[in-house]
């Protein structure tokens, strides 16, 4: 198993920014797409909601509609990091954020099974 470790959250007001950190030991990491999902307050974490996902080479990048054109994903496969940019945030972005690795090289992908800790997000308006 691959264990993804996210950071980076905080409390930031409506309209500021953030970039979130996903680590992980295994060299796995980039080899594979990776992605972000997030959890909702009163949402269940299986159910989380698509965010962005980014191929293993970092050349293809896809993102869910309520993001779009506010954040960014990328990666480092030389540190094993994936980064999430977001911008012009909202409350409704409001969440924990989840890193998750993908079964494939290329998007789109299947996801691994395995969580993190996850790291929250809290905008105020």
């Known amino acids: 198993q691959v264990q993804p470790v996210e950071s980076g959250g905080g409390l930031v007001q409506a309209g500021g920014s953030l970039r979130l950190s996903c680590s992980a030991s295994?060299?796995?990491?980039?080899?594979?797409?990776t992605g972000w999902f997030r959890q909702a307050p009163g949402k269940e974490r299986n159910f989380a909601d698509f965010?962005?996902?980014?191929?293993?080479?970092?050349?293809?990048?896809y993102y869910g509609e309520s993001v779009r054109n506010r954040f960014t994903i990328s990666r480092d496969n030389d540190k094993n990091t994936m980064y999430l940019q977001m911008s012009s945030l909202k409350p409704e972005d409001t969440a924990v954020y989840y890193c998750?690795?993908?079964?494939?090289?290329?998007?789109?992908?299947?996801?691994?099974?395995?969580w993190g800790q996850g790291t929250q997000v809290v905008v105020s308006p």
């Open positions: 965010v962005a996902a980014i191929s293993s080479d970092g050349r293809s990048t």
């Open positions: 998750k690795i993908g079964t494939v090289k290329n998007l789109p992908t299947g996801w691994r099974p395995d």
């Open positions: 295994s060299t796995t990491f980039s080899s594979y797409s």
